[in-house]
């Protein structure tokens, strides 16, 4: 079945320890995203790849980085990791089209935890 | 401003009635609508899209769009403890229809 996998599912790592996330999608969407959301939050967009023009919100700490190396693939780098990042990291996917109508999909996410 | 509005609840039905989920948002350029079901430690899963003015069915849900109010809503129908969950609405833009725009969600408690 075509999806959208992320890894780890689970990462600890220590205060200012950096630590990549993963995420792969079989479903040949042309946009990644990458969302962080904590407890009781709606998903808050960090930055997203259409094709391989990157986009990183304003908002987004220069803490956080990305690199999509081809299309399948998405990594978010977080160079040193905060307490305050503890979080859910969510990839989705979308393939956007010139009708501008399309659906977005998530990966099941990956819990962060800083220790 | 892109604002995307929820009740946050918790909205409680009785299992086997209808759970009716709303959302309002700002920009009259918003032009697609979803629907996400998320369980508790679980990722968003997408249960509805809508892109027309009017009511549209999948099973137990009808999702309503009404662009002239700029709401959208959710109806589940013969509600079931499984339905139970946080429900976020997102929107994506006529302008800028690479970016969706989520609320922060309503929590459904089915009552067996």
């Known amino acids: 079945d075509a999806m959208v996998i992320q890894n780890p599912r689970y990462q600890v790592t220590q205060f200012g320890k950096p630590v990549t996330l993963s995420c792969s999608q079989t479903l040949n969407h042309n946009v990644m995203y990458w969302y962080q959301q904590k407890s009781s939050q709606a998903p808050k967009l960090l930055f997203h790849y259409y094709d391989k023009d990157f986009n990183n919100e304003a908002d987004t700490p220069d803490n956080f980085q990305s690199r999509r190396p081809n299309t399948s693939f998405c990594f978010l780098d977080i160079r040193s990791p905060g307490l305050g990042d503890a979080a859910m990291y969510l990839c989705?996917?979308?393939?956007?089209?010139?009708?501008?109508?399309?659906?977005?999909?998530f990966g099941p996410g990956t819990r962060l935890t800083v220790t | 401003q892109k604002e995307v509005e929820q009740n946050s609840g918790p909205l409680s039905v009785p299992e086997g009635a209808i759970a009716s989920l709303n959302c309002t948002y700002s920009d009259r350029g918003s032009q697609s609508f979803f629907w996400y079901r998320q369980y508790s430690g679980k990722s968003p899963e997408l249960i509805m899209f809508i892109y027309s003015n009017g009511d549209k069915e999948d099973g137990r849900f009808t999702a309503q769009l009404n662009k002239a109010s700029q709401y959208v809503s959710l109806l589940i129908r013969d509600s079931q403890p499984s339905d139970s969950a946080t429900y976020l609405c997102a929107v994506s833009l006529s302008y800028n229809f690479n970016k969706f725009y989520f609320g922060s969600g309503t929590k459904l408690n089915v009552k067996p």
């Open positions: 989705a996917t979308s393939r956007v089209e010139l009708a501008g109508r399309y659906e977005q999909y």
